[in-house]
């Protein structure tokens, strides 16, 4: 997927080793991995409203239930999806 600087291609451990020895020197947590990266780009799909089928499509999943794994929106996104989603039922109270 990726080249290098010689034309060749990076092989999964030499991206693993250099992203573990990035995340190491800025001392983030050791669960942080290059899978993370599918994942934030999973959740940050979905916090910007895309929809889920287009998600779904990018990741590769056959079932809406395998991206749902994915997808870790923050409490504030929930609270808000929570929200405008109970907003029609207390309109007229």
């Not at 050791?30 to 895309?50: A, C, M």
């Amino acid at each position: 997927m990726w080249i290098t600087e010689r034309g060749g291609r990076l092989q999964p451990g030499s991206i693993n080793d250099r992203f573990e020895a990035y995340r190491d020197a800025l001392k983030l947590p050791k669960e942080l991995v290059p899978h993370s990266i599918r994942h934030s780009y999973v959740t940050h799909l979905t916090e910007d409203g895309v929809d889920r089928r287009f998600i779904q499509q990018q990741v590769g999943h056959e079932c809406d239930s395998s991206t749902a794994i994915y997808t870790h929106v923050s409490d504030d996104f929930m609270n808000t999806a929570l929200h405008k989603a109970l907003a029609p039922a207390f309109a007229g109270v």
